[in-house]
């Protein structure tokens, strides 16, 4: 199977920055699409960002919200993508998920969630 796991979360004061990382692991063959989601409290979980591997290019787009803000980035060699959010909004304050397409080394080819980090943004 394969697992993801994010880091970086934390509290950040209006204006701020933060960089989230999520690491995927385990048995893969190959990772198509990378996405951040974020799931505010009482709301439902939104995408956020996208990024595809195109082998050596990669694809990204963003929800219109945070476009010029947030950069969605990743390092095929460590199978990790990367969220760097600048001036950053108390309405950007959420849960953020980590997901990825990947294939595993038996040829299954599945969804996977990692277990997401809080940001909180305030003064």
């Known amino acids: 199977q394969v697992q993801l796991v994010e880091s970086g979360g934390g509290l950040v004061q209006p204006g701020g920055s933060l960089r989230l990382s999520c690491a995927a692991s385990?048995?893969?063959?190959?990772?198509?699409?990378m996405r951040w989601y974020r799931q505010a409290p009482g709301k439902q979980r939104d995408l956020v960002a996208v990024?595809?591997?195109?082998?050596?290019?990669?694809?990204?787009d963003y929800v219109d919200s945070v476009k010029g803000r947030f950069t969605i980035s990743r390092d095929n060699a460590k199978n990790t993508v990367y969220l760097q959010m600048n001036s950053l909004k108390p309405e950007d304050t959420a849960v953020y998920y980590c997901?990825?397409?990947?294939?595993?080394?038996?040829?299954?080819?599945?969804?996977?969630w990692g277990q997401g980090t809080q940001v909180t943004v305030s003064s």
């Open positions: 997901n990825a397409d990947a294939t595993t080394n038996w040829g299954h080819r599945g969804e996977y």
């Open positions: 385990g048995s893969i063959f190959s990772i198509n699409v």
């Open positions: 990024i595809s591997s195109g082998g050596s290019t990669n694809y990204a």
